[in-house]
T-cell receptor, first 117, second 114 residues
């Protein structure tokens, strides 16, 4: 069975600090997709990034960056120069499925990030 | 606005009551999902429908039933609500392809069973 582990339940930082959220996954599939979602206090789920298992290039989007390391089954998320608006719960997720059964997401437990002014 | 619409947004039920959570999407997606979110446990899949006419159990299906009414609508039914079903419920949809790019989530239904 597929599994996603986010070992950090809560992280608290001061504004402008860099913070890394860890994500470790388990899967037997050779082709899979990894996601990060943000859930702000308002409760909706906001898509941040999708990565496929064949693309290990790191990605940067503004203050956000992602480090995918297949060798350690990790897909970590770094926020540079954090801001109060980054305060949210962040979920890592793994897509499983097949050409016949479609796809579905397995989520980690989430990391509550609090950025203090 | 295009997306996934869930109703109701809030609901309080008494133990033993039944109710149906409604979900509709207007993106012509093939697959639809129901998740529940509990503190410290992330989102867990209850049921999903890979395509119109099919439904399958997810990780936590007990106490729930689903109906894929048509391509747009996927409902979740609690026949006899229990306090353990107090949770936030999210409906989602995707293209359904194995390499589906996006999963679009509804805004959630906060259910309390007393």
């Amino acid at each position: 069975a597929q599994k996603v582990t986010q070992a950090q339940t809560e992280i608290s930082v001061v504004e402008k600090e860099d913070v890394t959220l860890d994500c470790v996954y388990e899967t037997r599939d050779t082709t899979y997709y990894l996601f990060w979602y943000k859930q702000p206090p308002s409760g909706e789920l906001v898509f941040l990034i999708r990565r496929n298992s064949f693309d290990e290039q790191n990605e940067i989007s503004g203050r956000y960056s992602w480090n995918f390391q297949k060798s350690t089954s990790s897909f970590n998320f770094t926020i540079t120069a954090s801001q109060v608006v980054d305060s949210a719960v962040y979920f890592c997720a793994l897509s499983e499925g097949s050409e016949t059964s479609g796809s579905r997401l397995t989520f980690g437990e989430g990391t509550q990030l609090t950025v203090n002014p | 606005n295009a997306g996934v619409t869930q109703t109701p947004k809030f609901q309080v039920l008494k133990t033993g009551q039944s109710m149906t959570l409604q979900c509709a999407q207007d993106m012509n997606h093939n697959s639809m999902y129901w998740y529940r979110q509990d503190p410290g446990m992330g989102l867990r899949l209850i049921y999903y429908s890979a395509s119109e006419g099919t439904t399958d159990k997810g990780e936590v299906p007990n106490g729930y039933n689903v109906s894929r009414l048509n391509k747009r609508e996927f409902s979740l039914r609690l026949e006899s609500a229990a306090p353990s079903q107090t949770s936030v419920y999210f409906c989602a949809s995707s293209e359904g392809l194995w390499d589906a790019y996006g999963y679009t989530f509804g805004s959630g239904t906060r259910l309390t069973v007393v």
